[in-house]
């Protein structure tokens, strides 16, 4: 697997995202899980198919982008917003970025290791380990690259996270993720109950870290990516159980920026999985 996704690493970034919107339609055709769950999310959101009916292609091109992203040579980035993360770097607080599942999530850790590990240290993101051993080589090699770190969604990895935090840099995770039975709480998502981490907002309380909001516009045409950061709208809660709502809220809003790029086909609604 890693021989293939290092061959695929060298297409061009139109050809793979040409490529990749295709396999996202072929997907939603093949599976009536996949085009109910879907609609139902979108729904849940106030969107009709037609509305956000390019997230399938973006589904698709999220795939297709990857090998390029860990093995290829670099892409065209955008920043917009930097003032706010160039403040909390030099507080020199730690920061906790946070991402929904949209757009491309991988370039935002790709591009702030780059920009700012020189200066603040690396950046340390929270992951879920593949449990396909092939699978897992391919990750962990793509992912070994100068200032970039990662934290298994284990004990050793929020601490790990915590000691980074603390040391003052930055650490970076999904806080959309359905984590495992005890390590979330219900809360509201688009009006909706869903088994929401706690992670993040512990990770920034209990350390005194800046969260902020960031996610990577995917440009046309193959052009590259946008990384777009903004503070939050309020100052985090002090009470975990309102400051996780709060971060539901937050991804909320981000996700309605644009909602032709985020993931309508993730089970943000499932029962969490017993560990």
């Known amino acids: 697997m890693l021989t293939l996704f290092r061959l695929v690493s060298a297409w061009p970034l139109a050809l793979l995202h040409a490529v990749g919107a295709a396999l996202g339609w072929l997907s939603w055709l093949l599976s009536p899980t996949y085009r109910r769950r879907f609609a139902q999310n979108a729904g849940l959101a106030g969107y009709d198919f037609g509305q956000v009916r390019a997230a399938v292609g973006h589904a698709g091109r999220m795939v297709a982008e990857t090998p390029r992203l860990w093995f290829g040579p670099p892409v065209p980035m955008q920043w917009a917003g930097t003032e ?71 004990l050793a990895g929020v601490r790990q996270m915590i000691k980074a935090l603390r040391a003052g840099r930055a650490v970076g995770l999904l806080p959309d993720q359905v ?32 969260p902020l909001l ?41 996700i309605r920026q644009c909602p032709q790029q985020y993931l309508w086909g993730y089970g943000r609604y499932k029962q969490p999985r017993k560990l």
Request: net charge negative; glycine share 10%; proline share 8%.
């Open 84 to 154: 706010a993360v160039d403040a909390a770097y030099a507080a020199r607080r730690g920061i906790v970025f946070l991402t929904p599942h949209m757009g491309c999530f991988e370039i935002t850790a790709q591009g702030l290791a780059e920009r700012y590990h020189a200066e603040y240290g690396p950046i340390t993101v929270l992951y879920r380990p593949a449990r396909q051993p092939a699978l897992s080589e391919v990750i962990e090699t793509a992912r070994r690259r100068e200032g970039l770190e990662t934290a298994p969604t284990t």
């Open 179 to 210: 984590p495992p039975d005890g390590m979330g709480q219900w809360a509201s998502f688009f009006g909706q109950p869903a088994y929401t981490m706690t992670l993040a907002a512990k990770l920034a309380l209990q350390t005194g870290a800046t």
């Open 214 to 254: 960031v996610w990577g516009e995917r440009l046309p045409r193959g052009q590259g990516f946008r990384l777009r950061f903004q503070p939050l709208a309020e100052p985090l809660a002090d009470d975990l159980e309102t400051a996780v709502e709060q971060i539901n809220h937050e991804m909320e809003g981000l």
